[in-house]
């Protein structure tokens, strides 16, 4: 088991939508809201998710490719 | 003797103890070093500034180290160089450069990892770490060496050939990632929990970022002890623009210089301009983009501290400018012509910037301004080279002066 931070920015479309507890039900994760700022035109969340690491990463591929973005909780870590 | 008592919070304000940790375990908000004014108010003054070394390490009492040994490859104290013809052109007549592209690793890098690189070794690691696409690699690489200290350094597998030989030299051990920005990211934050590295700008960053303060001391020691009506400063994370303003008032509470006035202007390349965005839409929110700039040693899309910088320039009543991708290798060609100083595309983005700035009015002809060029273009020569036009000749008098009449016509 491991734990995982990170932070989603959610784009207007899927402000309303229950990604987090999808992502709960799909799978095998449990996640836990730390922080968040969630607005009518935008949305951000930092979260920490604990499972399997495959399972996390099968997890995120799955947030990603419904259209919201997954960064580490730190922001951009590759520097000029 | 070090002065720091705790690391604390940024947004909940909760303290931790003096360790390699940089995100609040409860909030995740960033950790920043918290100082003993009080103690460094008794101790620091004027006369002992100036009787320190001529580096960034003069002003150590403000920085968050304990021992007497830094890690120093000579970092700081760069010029500051009065631009007559810049500012002629521009319409200013008190503009300054600090001209940090004259670093021993040609940026001002060396300055915040100089203390990474030195609380690193205060904490007991071995190694030091970082992911970067350039002026990074150089200076983790070049302090590692001067340290003794071995080195990690991730780099895109695509980086270009003259910055990889330029971290490279000092014999780091140097690790191509074939993947893209993301993955690059993604794969070091999940090191940097699995290794015991230090990694300069993860679990080291509250005390690294601390380095870039030495950039105000500096400014305001070289102009005679005070702060300057503007700052015009090249923006990635956004970490050293909030770090300068922060320096500037320290030097200001501790009675160093007089009260501080700075407007601090903010400046992108429209490529990668999330923190300008935001505060074209009025929002504290910093909305990730995905880089697509020339001026690669700002192309951060997710930038750490944009919310701070935010406020820096509300709390400052400055500005942000986003310069348009074109007028990068421009703003590096007019510094160079006319003031003898080569930059890399952040420096060209400041000069492009602080022109509309002149252009607008934010900043008036009589007052005192300074802008931060913090690279040098020998490392990016592929930026201005389509502006280069040599003249071709056969090694014959006829031929150089035929070339030369053909240059004066045009």
């Known amino acids: ?80 | 003797m070090a002065y720091v008592t705790a690391l604390r919070c940024r947004s909940c304000s909760r303290e931790y103890a003096v360790e390699p940790l940089n995100v609040c375990e409860f909030c995740f908000g960033p950790l920043e070093v918290v100082y003993d004014y009080d103690a460094i108010a008794r101790v620091l003054s004027r006369e002992r500034i100036v009787q320190g070394p001529l580096s960034m390490w003069r002003y150590a009492a403000l920085l968050p180290v304990d021992g007497e040994e830094a890690v120093d490859i000579n970092a700081g104290f760069t010029p500051l160089v009065r631009c007559r013809n810049l500012g002629r052109l521009l319409g200013l007549e008190h503009l300054y450069v600090k001209n940090d592209a004259v670093n021993p690793s040609y940026s001002f890098k060396d300055r915040v990892v100089s203390v990474a690189a030195t609380k690193a070794r205060e904490f007991g690691f071995d190694t030091l770490a970082c992911a970067s696409t350039g002026n990074l690699a150089c200076s983790v690489a070049a302090h590692a060496a001067r340290a003794s200290m071995k080195a990690y350094v991730f780099i895109p597998a695509d980086l270009e050939r003259g910055k990889v030989v330029g971290a490279a030299v000092y014999n780091p051990t140097l690790v191509a990632v074939d993947g893209s920005y993301d993955d690059v990211n993604r794969l070091c934050s999940e090191l940097a929990d699995a290794y015991p590295w230090a990694f300069v700008n993860i679990n080291i960053r509250p005390y690294y970022a601390e380095g870039s303060k030495t950039l105000a001391y500096e400014v305001a020691e070289q102009l005679g002890w005070r702060a300057p009506d503007h700052a015009v400063v090249p923006v990635a994370s956004g970490s050293m623009f909030t770090k300068i303003w922060k320096g500037f008032h320290e030097f200001a509470s501790l009675g160093l210089i007089g009260k501080v006035a700075t407007r601090m202007h903010l400046t992108q390349a429209e490529g990668c301009s999330p923190i300008v965005e935001a505060h074209r839409a009025n929002s504290l929110h910093v909305r990730p983009v995905r880089p697509h700039t020339i001026a690669k040693s700002l192309a951060i899309g997710n930038p750490a501290d944009g919310l701070f910088a935010l406020r820096t320039i509300r709390d400052s009543h400055g500005t942000a400018t986003a310069v348009p991708e074109e007028e990068v290798a421009q703003g590096i060609k007019l510094l160079a012509e006319t003031e003898g100083i080569f930059t890399e595309g952040a420096g060209g983005v400041v000069v492009s910037g602080l022109r509309h700035l002149a252009e607008e009015g934010a900043i008036k002809p009589q007052e005192l301004t300074v802008a931060y060029i913090t690279g040098n273009g020998l490392k990016t020569q592929e930026v201005v080279e389509h502006l280069v036009h040599p003249l071709a000749i056969r090694p014959t008098l006829a031929s150089f002066e035929e070339a030369l009449r053909g240059a004066v016509a045009r």
């Open chain 1, 1 to 80: 088991m491991v734990t995982k931070r990170v932070k989603f920015t959610f784009p207007p479309g899927l402000i309303t939508e229950p990604v987090i507890y999808r992502l709960g039900q799909k799978f095998r994760v449990v996640t836990n809201i730390r922080r968040a700022d969630v607005r009518a035109d935008m949305g951000w969340v930092v979260l920490e998710i604990d499972g399997e690491a495959g399972e996390i990463e099968r997890g995120l591929k799955w947030v990603r490719e419904v259209g919201v973005r997954v960064d580490p909780v730190s922001g951009d870590v590759v520097e000029g």
